[in-house]
């Protein structure tokens, strides 16, 4: 992959709906380009689907990581044991036997029991729990009914679909979808992304964990290391309970590259320790939240239903 197959996955992993025009314009490309460029990440598996579900702030839901070095003797299959319990949606293997583990929490009284599993499943010596912060307490717009959950239902594995597809799948109007869908665009209700898997590519993807000299004013920092080493630094990862570290996905196409931005990063004032850990493979799953319980029975005129 190259910068711009980059910027693209990320667009896409913020908002899976995004049009061919709109990531043109954000591009800088063609449109046309830029449906070759979707097209060969599907052809490659980088992409395998475009995805829908309900966000955590719609389901007052948590998310950790687990991570640390592995005793396990049967490691190489322990993403298969972890991904029975439905709270795993990711699983991460990097070099000298660390995996990650991520999972969704229904809510803090899951942690200790899913922590437990993960331990006992990889025998992890000095595991390290990571909890991202906690999301606002939902109000009463930012709750889910019937209607929200099949319209998310039915974009569950084609977030691409089109409105008139989806309009014809449930028997209401387009205009109904449309205005439902935005609501819960504007109300964080919905997450519209992609199931990535850029270990297909043949480029290097890591985790670097940055120890820093102090915790305040973290997201300005975060922003400004995002600006400094763009395009290689992706997503960062924050851990309420662990305030002096900072967490990114790392992309590059050499080894020489990822040296390089390690050391540059390294110089960087404010940052005390550098931890790099280059993935091997990962492997992502569905968890409860693709479960789609049926929310609260909304009736609607019969003019929406025409």
Same mark, same amino acid.
């Given at each position: 992959?190259?910068?711009?197959?980059?910027?693209?996955? %990320?667009?896409?992993?913020?908002?899976?709906?995004?049009?061919?025009? @709109?990531?043109?314009? &954000?591009?800088?490309?063609?449109?046309?380009?830029?449906?070759?460029?979707?097209?060969?990440?599907?052809?490659?598996?980088?992409?395998?689907?475009?995805?829908?579900?309900?966000?955590?702030?719609?389901?007052?839901? !948590?998310?950790?990581?687990?991570?640390?070095?592995?005793?396990?003797?049967?490691?190489?299959? #322990?993403? /298969?044991?972890?991904?029975?319990?439905?709270?795993?949606?990711?699983?991460?293997?990097?070099?000298?036997? =660390? +995996?990650?583990?991520?999972?969704?929490?229904?809510?803090?009284?899951?942690?200790?029991?899913?922590? #437990?599993?993960?331990?006992?499943?990889?025998?992890?010596?000095?595991? #390290?729990?990571?909890?991202?912060?906690?999301?606002? &307490?939902? *109000?009463?717009?930012?709750?889910?009914?019937?209607?929200?959950?099949?319209?998310?239902?039915?974009?569950?594995?084609?977030? $691409?679909?089109?409105?008139?597809?989806?309009?014809?799948e449930l028997h209401l109007t387009a205009r109904t979808i449309r205005?439902? /869908?935005?609501?819960?665009?504007?109300?964080?209700?919905?997450?519209?992304?992609?199931?990535?898997?850029?270990?297909?590519?043949?480029?290097?993807?890591?985790?670097?964990?940055?120890?820093?000299?102090?915790?305040?004013?973290?997201?300005?920092?975060?922003?400004?290391?995002?600006?400094?080493?763009?395009?290689?630094?992706?997503?960062? !990862? =924050?851990?309420? *309970?662990?305030?002096?570290?900072?967490?990114? =996905?790392?992309?590059?196409?050499?080894? &020489?590259? +990822? %040296?390089?931005? $390690?050391?540059?990063?390294?110089?960087?004032?404010?940052?005390?320790?550098?931890?790099?850990?280059?993935?091997?493979?990962?492997?992502?799953?569905?968890?409860?939240?693709?479960?789609?319980?049926?929310? @609260?029975?909304?009736?609607?005129?019969?003019?929406?239903?025409?």
């Amino acid at each position: 992959m190259d910068e711009i197959d980059i910027k693209l996955c %990320e667009l896409l992993l913020i908002n899976s709906r995004l049009s061919y025009d @709109e990531l043109a314009g &954000k591009l800088g490309l063609s449109i046309n380009a830029v449906h070759k460029r979707v097209k060969n990440l599907l052809d490659l598996r980088i992409i395998r689907a475009f995805v829908a579900r309900p966000s955590l702030i719609a389901l007052g839901a !948590i998310t950790v990581w687990i991570y640390g070095r592995c005793e396990s003797k049967q490691l190489h299959d #322990t993403h /298969l044991r972890l991904s029975r319990n439905d709270c795993t949606y990711w699983v991460g293997y990097s070099g000298g036997d =660390f +995996l990650y583990a991520g999972g969704y929490l229904r809510d803090m009284s899951d942690l200790d029991s899913y922590a #437990t599993i993960v331990i006992d499943e990889t025998k992890m010596k000095d595991p #390290t729990i990571g909890i991202m912060p906690t999301l606002p &307490k939902r *109000n009463e717009t930012q709750k889910l009914d019937h209607l929200d959950y099949e319209i998310i239902s039915s974009l569950h594995r084609d977030s $691409r679909k089109s409105l008139a597809d989806v309009s014809s799948e449930l028997h209401l109007t387009a205009r109904t979808i449309r205005n439902r /869908l935005d609501k819960m665009i504007e109300r964080q209700t919905i997450d519209l992304t992609i199931d990535w898997y850029p270990d297909a590519s043949n480029d290097i993807f890591s985790v670097l964990h940055l120890g820093l000299t102090t915790g305040e004013g973290k997201m300005a920092f975060s922003s400004q290391l995002l600006e400094d080493f763009s395009p290689n630094l992706l997503f960062p !990862i =924050f851990f309420v *309970n662990i305030p002096n570290q900072l967490t990114y =996905f790392v992309w590059t196409n050499t080894m &020489k590259q +990822l %040296e390089d931005l $390690r050391s540059r990063i390294a110089l960087t004032k404010g940052i005390e320790s550098v931890t790099l850990n280059v993935l091997q493979i990962g492997y992502s799953f569905d968890t409860w939240r693709d479960k789609f319980p049926l929310g @609260e029975k909304v009736n609607f005129p019969k003019s929406s239903m025409q």
